[in-house]
């Protein structure tokens, strides 16, 4: 299993910008799907997670302003990510986690940078 994030770059206060990660390699279900992100110096968090047939939970930081969706039939999830504030500044990870094998994948990380 790959995970494949791309869409980060460099964006000012209040803009937005959408992430994609593309899956490949098969992942069972149930399973729970989701972006996490590293702020500079600070540990890994939340940002937003699905179990498969749920709804998604967001961290509170980002409620009401990120978005998650996939495409099903291209494999690819996505974070729209809207209001953008300094402190979203991180690198942003996918990650998929099986829960019949309980391995958990990463994806390498996109850089996102909101500047004031």
């Known amino acids: 299993v790959q995970l494949q994030a791309s869409g980060g770059g460099l964006v000012q206060t209040g803009g937005s910008l959408r992430l994609s990660c593309a899956v490949s390699?098969?992942?069972?279900?149930?399973?729970?799907m989701g972006w996490y992100r590293q702020p500079p110096g600070k540990q890994r968090e939340l940002v937003v997670r699905i179990l498969s047939g749920g709804s998604p939970t967001y961290g509170d930081s980002v409620e009401g302003r990120f978005t998650f969706s996939k495409d099903n039939a291209k494999r690819t999830m996505f974070l729209e990510m809207n209001s953008l504030k300094t402190e979203d500044t991180a690198v942003y990870y996918c990650a998929a986690h099986d829960l019949k094998s309980q391995n958990i994948y990463w994806g390498k990380g996109t850089l996102v940078t909101v500047s004031s």
């Open positions: 390699g098969n992942i069972s279900t149930p399973n729970v």
